[in-house]
């Protein structure tokens, strides 16, 4: 396709030339501190890691997303700014088993909750952010427990296996086996795969991508679609698509493709995955769209951060799966050139952000004429679509053979006897070379065809 927005941006929203690495971190620099000031969790009374819940509630896995932005702006940057409430918020959440299952979350966490905040872990650990002191839970531990606790929640009982959506059986969407829950848990196995070198973590992601494939959340094209009931075990599907469904698969089958030493058959399902996500691009652009919500205007509050999820993803698969990246420079350039137009927006938001002009809305469509919203989910889809088209400047992954320095614990998440396929002994070598969505449409509404989405 051709772009509308290939170049600099002309005259409004945040100055942008995508040929120079100095003007993209400038405007990253502007996007991420406009959305730092909607965070109050290092101030006096705050509780780190927790985004103010009125009077817009944020919902705790984006905090751990946000975090996860965070992490990537250093990557691509340098700029430490933040890396204390990075750190300080990554720590706290983490809880006292250290498995992000902390007490003030424990009542209506999700699968998918947590595994935002156990890919954030992952990320640092790749990145080889700065490490907590030793007395502290470390990146790549706390990665394996939120790993580990979910292999221990593998669900045979239905659908023949699979992550349910909620954890607690009092929860709404505790019969929903979705896409993004058990996308989390597949993307984090395949990438401790790649950073461990231990062949069980591999086992399961191929377990995972055979089940989610098996019950019809991914169609022959490569499509992936929202959820099914396990009520009806799994029999129909909801088949709404999300940018960030999208994205999580394509890293994690990425990983694989890198694990497996660049294996046809994950060549094949990253190619699928990757060309299956023009969905989400607009029709004679190569902007990004949410498009289940966005031509409506009826995105809530999660769904305005899908896309920074999909951006990061498909920035990061380059890494690993090189043949994508003509591709994915693509989008994510002309993504970024219309995003800056789209901080264009006078005013702060509800609460937090400024009045610097720089105000960033979601319809990058638009370009310059701002869409007239704000907050953290806009800010977060603008920064890591502008700052992941410094990828190709940032070093690969790491690995704990690469120069990965995080401590690992591969029991950690495991509660008495582990099942089999859980890792609990210690891994020293390589052995191979190589929230989510809080659903917007209530459970009645899953199996009615009208809302199906296919594309």
């Known amino acids: 396709m051709t772009s509308l927005f290939v170049g600099s941006t002309l005259g409004v929203g945040i100055p942008l030339d995508l ?11 502007i996007v991420a501190h406009d959305m730092m000031t909607y965070y109050t969790g290092n101030e006096t009374g705050g509780t780190p890691g ?45 809880g006292p088993n250290k498995d992000y299952m902390p007490p003030n979350q424990t009542k209506d966490e999700g699968n998918d909750d947590q595994g935002f905040w ?77 950073y461990t070198g231990n062949q069980t973590y591999a086992d399961w992601a191929e377990k995972t991508w055979d089940w989610v494939n098996d019950i019809g959340l991914m169609n022959p094209q490569y499509q992936i679609f929202d959820g099914s009931d396990d009520t009806l075990n799994c029999s129909q599907v909801n088949h709404i698509q999300w940018t960030y469904n999208a994205g999580i698969f394509l890293l994690g089958a990425a990983n694989m493709y890198n694990n497996t030493n660049g294996s046809a058959i994950w060549r094949e399902r990253v190619e699928g995955v990757l060309n299956a996500t023009e969905v989400f691009f607009a029709n004679g652009t190569d902007v990004m769209y949410e498009v289940a919500c966005e031509p409506t205007g009826k995105c809530d509050t999660d769904q305005l951060s899908f896309k920074a999820y999909l951006a990061r993803w498909m920035a990061a698969a380059t890494k690993v799966a090189p043949f994508t990246y003509n591709f994915v420079s693509e989008k994510l350039r002309a993504s970024a050139a219309a995003a800056a137009q789209q901080c264009s927006g006078p005013t702060a938001g509800t609460y937090g952000g400024t009045n610097d002009g720089y105000t960033c809305g979601l319809q990058w469509t638009k370009g310059g004429a701002w869409d007239g919203t704000s907050g953290v989910g806009q800010q977060m889809s603008a920064l890591e679509v502008i700052q992941s088209n410094l990828i190709a400047k940032v070093a690969a992954p790491v690995t704990n053979s690469t120069g990965g320095t995080s401590v690992g614990n591969p029991s950690a998440g495991t509660v008495g006897t582990a099942p089999t396929g859980v890792i609990t002994t210690p891994i020293t070598t390589r052995s191979r070379v190589g929230a989510g969505f809080v659903t917007s449409f209530a459970i009645i509404f899953i199996l009615g065809i009208g809302l199906w989405m296919t594309f």
């Open 19 to 29: 040929d120079d690495s100095d003007s993209i971190k400038a405007a990253a620099q």
């Open 50 to 94: 927790l985004l103010p819940q009125a009077p817009i509630k944020y919902f705790w896995w984006e905090a751990g997303a946000m975090f996860g932005s965070l992490l990537d702006y250093y990557y691509y940057t340098g700029d430490s700014q933040y890396n204390d409430v990075v750190s300080q918020a990554l720590i706290f959440q983490a």
């Open 118 to 194: 156990g890919m954030a872990a992952m990320t640092a650990a790749e990145q080889n952010f700065p490490n907590p002191p030793s007395d502290q839970p470390q990146w790549l531990a706390l990665a394996q427990a939120v790993f580990n606790s979910q292999a221990l929640r593998w669900d045979t009982s239905t659908c023949g296996g699979g992550l349910r959506w909620q954890i607690f059986t009092f929860n709404n969407g505790f019969n929903y086996k979705n896409a993004i829950s058990n996308g989390a848990f597949f993307n984090l196995a395949a990438r401790l795969a790649s």
